[in-house]
C-alpha cells in the first residue's frame, strides 16, 4: 500500500511538473546589454560633484548577463584613489512597455541613478535620466561610443557639466 501511495504522488508531482508555464525567453533588445557582458578597465578623470572627489579614476566593470538572462548585473570596483576598494551595483534591462532601456544604479555614499535610452544609434548610446545624491536629484546623461569590439569612451554629464570621463577596455576572455 505504501509503495501505492508513493507511485501516485510521485505522478501527481510529474502531472503538475508538466503544466508549469515555460520561462519566457530574454528580448531580442537585450542585445544592447549583452554587448557589455565581460570584465573591464576603465581610467579616467572626475570632476567634484555628485559622484565623488575630485581625481583621477580607475574602475574594474564587472558585467553580467543574471536572472534568467533577462537583467545585466554591473558590479563597479573602485581600484585607485579615495574611493579605492568602494563597489557599487547596477542592473540593467529592456522594457518592451516604454520600448526603451533601463538602468539603475547603486552607488558606495547612498546616491542612486535611473536612466533610459533608446538603444544604439551607430556607435553611441546615450543613457538620459536622474541622479539622486545628497538628498538631491539632479539631471545625469551618460554617453557610452564604442570604440571596437573591446573599448568604450564613458563620459556622464550633468547640467552641461562633465562630471566624469574615461575609457574602458575588455579583458581578454579566458580560453
Known amino acids: 500500500m505504501k509503495k501505492l501511495i508513493c507511485i501516485a504522488a510521485l505522478a501527481a508531482f510529474a502531472a503538475v511538473a508538466e503544466d508549469k508555464p515555460a520561462m519566457p525567453k530574454p528580448a531580442d533588445e537585450l542585445k ?3 554587448w557589455f557582458v ?7 578623470k572626475r570632476n567634484a560633484g ?8 580607475a574602475l574594474r566593470l564587472t558585467m553580467k548577463m543574471e536572472l ?17 576598494g568602494e ?18 544604479a547603486f552607488n558606495a555614499g547612498g546616491s542612486w541613478s535611473r536612466l533610459t535610452t533608446p538603444g544604439w544609434d551607430g556607435d553611441k548610446i546615450v543613457f538620459d535620466g ?35 570621463d574615461g575609457t574602458c577596455t575588455r579583458a ?4
Open 130 to 164: 536622474d541622479l539622486m545624491a545628497g538628498g538631491e536629484k539632479v539631471p545625469l546623461r551618460h554617453t557610452i561610443t564604442r570604440k571596437g569590439d573591446n573599448e568604450f569612451h564613458s563620459v556622464f554629464e550633468s547640467a552641461g557639466r562633465t562630471l566624469e
Open 32 to 34: 544592447v546589454e549583452k
Open 172 to 175: 581578454a576572455k579566458k580560453k
Open 38 to 44: 565581460g570584465t573591464w578597465s576603465c581610467k579616467g
Open 50 to 57: 555628485p559622484m565623488g572627489p575630485p581625481g583621477d579614476v
Open 68 to 84: 534568467a538572462g533577462s537583467w545585466l548585473n554591473v558590479e563597479v570596483t573602485s581600484t585607485q584613489g579615495p574611493m579605492k
Open 87 to 104: 563597489v557599487s551595483e547596477g542592473f540593467a534591462t529592456w522594457d518592451p512597455a516604454s520600448k526603451t532601456h533601463l538602468r539603475f
